[in-house]
């Protein structure tokens, strides 16, 4: 895991020059990381929890770079290493009230800093599966009528399990159930065979997931105090998958079109000073395509907003599809798009923009309320007609001016200074 945590910063800041090195009072400290260099890294974060300490270094740049992110991952894995010994320490004894408020204590501090459904999702499984030493677990998140597989962790390597179809479960399940074994003989047909606890993740009468635990490592048995705690983890699972999914809306709010569902104009922005300034960094073109629909007004006029928006939609659709991976699409306002194209000069941006000019056209056919839709765009490129995001947008904002007024439905360049 430690190692794992270690590339996933090295892919992150573009580093090799990252060590971590952990302290425990059973195995004495660890260094992960390169063999050589380390005396002359430079502390990014350190961070303790009880007996155990996390220390994170990095040489040259990194150093920088890693320290707002540092601490979380510290904290995180800190609290790892020191639940981990209080589980070797107290697993005879899970009876034990104190060893259930620890455990409880150190799972509410580590899933308080982790943001992503993702992240909190492994987390919980990883936690579960710890706990009570079982050979494999398995969450469920509910999506499209069924229950989907959305992480699973065997320690035999067996498959992932088949999904569940939501109705079925939740007839037998109902939110707000207990845990419980797969007794029931219609819970049994939809879990693995050796399941042997089903613990219900729910936020009041919504289902959050489902958590599956398969046969416990020396066969030991799930008694009265192993439901007692899955119950309480349980309610703070679902704690922590609300709250992750509360921060993706807001995050999603924050940089999302609400119409279209592409960036808006502040988040489309930054990301093509991100692009410019990687573009800078290794010499790398960038070009920005400006796009307005010709005769807008007119459509919202005689036919009404909601068919404005709707022809906005479309349009979004189509430059959605046109783009590549790596390109960013957004919402300026109004009826103009910018279009980002990393790693692309004008002469290959005009590719892109022609299947766009294609596709504006078509909709008239399969819209014919429309009638024939064109655009006039607005090509510039870095470091050409720009290299700073101002300077390019205020470019490529004269080429549309210029094609605006020679016609509309054509695609015009900066002028040549």
């Excluded at 502390?43 to 150093?63: F, K, N, P, W, Y």
């Excluded at 992110?69 to 899970?94: C, T």
Aim: contains cysteine; hydrophobic residues 45%.
């Amino acid at each position: 895991m430690f190692e794992r945590c270690r590339d996933i910063l090295v892919q992150r800041f573009q580093s090799e020059r990252i060590w971590l090195t952990i302290s425990t009072p059973y195995g004495g400290a660890r260094t992960i990381g390169p063999a050589h260099g380390q005396g002359s890294a430079k502390e990014a974060a350190r961070l303790a929890s009880g007996e155990t300490q996390v220390t994170i270094l990095a040489e040259g740049a990194a150093v920088d770079q890693l320290r707002g992110s540092a601490l979380p991952v510290a904290l995180g894995l800190s609290v790892v290493l020191e639940l981990r010994s209080v589980l070797v320490e107290r697993q005879a004894a899970l009876e034990d009230a104190v060893f259930q408020l620890r455990a409880l204590r150190q799972v509410a501090r580590l899933l308080s800093s982790v943001h992503s459904s993702g992240e909190t999702e492994q987390l919980i499984l990883d936690f579960m599966a710890e706990v009570f030493f079982t050979w494999w677990a398995c969450l469920y998140r509910p999506a499209d009528g069924r229950l989907t597989p959305a992480v699973y962790r065997s320690r035999d390597n067996q498959p992932a399990p088949p999904r569940i179809e939501a109705d079925p479960l939740t007839e037998a399940l109902p939110s707000g159930s207990p845990i419980c074994r797969p007794d029931d003989v219609r819970l049994a047909t939809l879990f693995p065979r050796d399941t042997q606890l089903i613990v219900p993740i729910d936020a009041g009468i919504e289902r959050m997931a489902v958590l599956a635990l398969g046969p416990r490592l020396g066969n030991r048995a799930f008694g009265r105090p192993e439901f007692e705690l899955a119950g309480t983890l349980a309610f703070a699972a679902a704690i922590a998958l609300k709250n992750a999914e509360l921060v993706e809306e807001l995050h999603s709010a924050a940089t999302t079109d609400e119409l279209t569902g592409l960036y808006n104009r502040r988040a489309v922005e930054e990301r093509l000073a991100a692009e410019l300034s990687r573009g800078s960094r290794h010499q790398l073109h960038t070009s920005v395509v400006l796009i307005d629909i010709d005769r807008f007004k007119p459509i919202n006029d005689t036919l009404g907003h909601a068919a404005g928006d709707a022809l906005l939609v479309h349009m979004a659709s189509i430059l959605r599809t046109q783009c590549r991976t790596l390109d960013a699409v957004g919402r300026l306002g109004g009826d103009e798009f910018l279009v980002v194209l990393p790693m692309t000069k004008t002469d290959e941006a005009m590719v892109f923009i022609n299947r766009v000019r294609k596709q504006v056209a078509a909709i008239g056919e399969t819209h014919p309320e429309f009638g024939r839709q064109t655009v006039s765009l607005g090509l510039a490129e870095s470091p050409t007609h720009g290299g700073t995001a101002s300077d390019l947008l205020a470019a490529a904002d004269a080429a549309l001016y210029r094609a605006k007024r020679s016609g509309r439905d054509t695609v015009s360049l900066p002028e040549t200074p």
